[in-house]
Every structure is written in structure tokens, then in C-alpha cells.
């Protein structure tokens, strides 16, 4: 984590090198590539409905780089509790996709690798394609979307109540959303409905329903959001150290900045 001071000096430079950034910046041709990223403090970290840090607090960063074509890469990264991945304390995306605007449709397509560090060398790792298509109509905004797996290592779970060793096989998430502006606000609403055909260790190897209802608030690079948080997973299949339910419905806060 860069320190106060370090990020301190980066401004005060930063701030005395303004004017002559300025000139450079308009002489020289528009970049082809954009760098993006952000950092959040979220009050729990839920993955297709079910918590990921035992209801507690995670904090998360990303770091992206596009081009102009519509290929993009980046990486995402978030604290998690150790039920998760054999241990590990923190999950680690890294993604590489295609975004296109066809008519006013945005096509969305990439790949997903999940890297668990600190798993003990056990198999933890594995790939998630993915694709989407938003269209926005009026004040309103729809996206629909997939995940899909295949067999892999990582992907099994050993029932804890039987001790059976489960092989997942294929895999598939689907998803659909609605979003708009609550006029005179500044709160744009999210609705999100989620269907999971994933064998799951947590639902002992069930299909289930996750759903969402965010709030959010965006002010110059920060944006504020609460949301609601619920599954049909059934209760009580799995209950961490703590004793958690980590599919029992919540609400979860959070705050975003962006840069």
C-alpha cells in the first residue's frame, strides 16, 4: 500500500508540474489507451449472493488498461476469509476481454482467471468466460449476461455432511439487470437477478437463486452505495467458524473511489 507521505509527495508534484503537463498534454495526440482503477471499503464481499469475508468488512482494488480497439486487460482483487479457497485470505482476478458498441448495444466478451494465493498448494485456481450485452432505453439501462466453466481441478467440493468428492463438471451463471436515475437525486438504482446451475460447496451441490437491490451515489470520484442482499440457498447448509450463515440475506455498504 503506498503511505500518506509517499501519495502526499506524488500530489505536491504532481500539482507543481501542472502548467507544463498542461502544454505538453495539448501538443501531443490523444492516447489510444486509457489506465483506470479504483479502491473500496465494502462491509462484506458477496460473490453471486454469498458472502465471501464471513459477513466482515473487505477492501478491494482494480487496476485496468484499455485501447481504443475495445480489447482491454486489468486486474481486480479483494480480502476474503479463509473458508473460501483452502485457506487463502485473498482472491486475485485477472481478466482480459472485448467491449463494442454496435447501434447503441454494448457487447461485452472476455475471460476470467481466479487465483487464490496462500491455498497450500492446493488446486484452487480456474478460468470463467464471460459475456454480456447493455442497451440503455430512455432513462432506463438492461444487461443481460453469462458465466460459463468447464471441468476443472479447482472446481469441486466434498460434502461435509456425506465426505463425498464432488466434480462439478460445466458450469453456467446467468444473470439480467436494470438500472436508472431516481430523478432530482443522484441515486441511480440496480436491480439483479442471478440464477446459479454451479455445484456449490457452501449449497452442497444445489441450484440457486441470488437477488440484489442497490442504492448508490456518486460524487466527483467517489461514489457511495447500500444494497440488499438475498438467496434461496437453503439455510443453515453451511455454517462457517463463526457461525454465519454466508447465504442469509443482508445488507451490505460500501464506499468506492475511482481514478
Request: a neutral charge.
Amino acid at each position: 500500500m503506498r503511505s500518506i507521505l509517499v501519495g502526499s509527495t506524488i500530489l505536491a508534484a504532481a500539482l507543481l508540474a501542472a502548467p507544463v503537463l498542461a502544454q505538453d498534454a495539448a501538443a501531443a495526440p490523444a492516447s489510444d489507451f486509457t489506465i483506470t482503477g479504483g479502491a473500496t471499503l465494502t462491509s462484506d464481499y458477496r460473490f453471486r449472493g454469498i458472502s465471501q469475508t464471513d459477513k466482515r468488512f473487505a477492501v478491494q482494488g482494480t487496476l485496468g488498461i484499455s485501447h481504443s480497439s475495445g480489447l482491454y486487460v486489468g486486474v481486480w482483487g479483494s480480502s476474503i476469509d479463509d473458508y473460501v479457497s483452502y485457506g487463502s485470505d485473498q482472491e486475485i482476478d485477472l481478466y482480459a476481454g472485448y467491449k463494442k458498441t454496435f447501434d447503441g448495444t454494448t457487447v461485452d466478451g472476455g475471460v476470467l482467471y481466479y487465483y487464490y494465493p496462500g491455498s497450500g498448494g492446493n488446486n484452487s485456481d480456474f478460468f470463467e468466460p464471460y459475456l454480456n450485452a447493455s442497451h440503455t432505453f430512455g432513462p432506463i439501462s438492461a444487461k443481460v449476461g453469462g458465466n460459463f466453466s468447464w471441468k476443472q481441478k479447482a472446481l469441486t467440493y466434498t460434502n461435509a455432511k456425506t465426505g463425498v468428492l464432488h466434480s462439478k463438471g460445466s458450469g453456467f451463471y446467468g444473470y439480467g439487470e436494470l438500472s436508472g436515475a431516481v430523478p432530482g437525486t443522484g441515486v441511480t438504482l440496480t436491480g439483479h437477478l442471478g440464477h446459479s446451475f454451479d455445484r456449490n460447496y457452501i449449497t452442497f451441490g444445489t441450484k440457486y437463486t441470488d437477488w440484489s437491490l442497490t442504492a448508490a451515489y456518486t460524487w466527483k470520484a467517489l461514489t457511495l452505495s447500500v444494497a440488499y442482499v438475498d438467496t434461496t440457498g437453503k439455510r443453515g447448509s453451511f455454517v462457517t467458524g463463526t457461525g454465519r450463515d454466508p447465504v442469509k440475506a443482508g445488507v451490505v455498504g460500501a464506499i468506492a473511489v475511482a481514478f
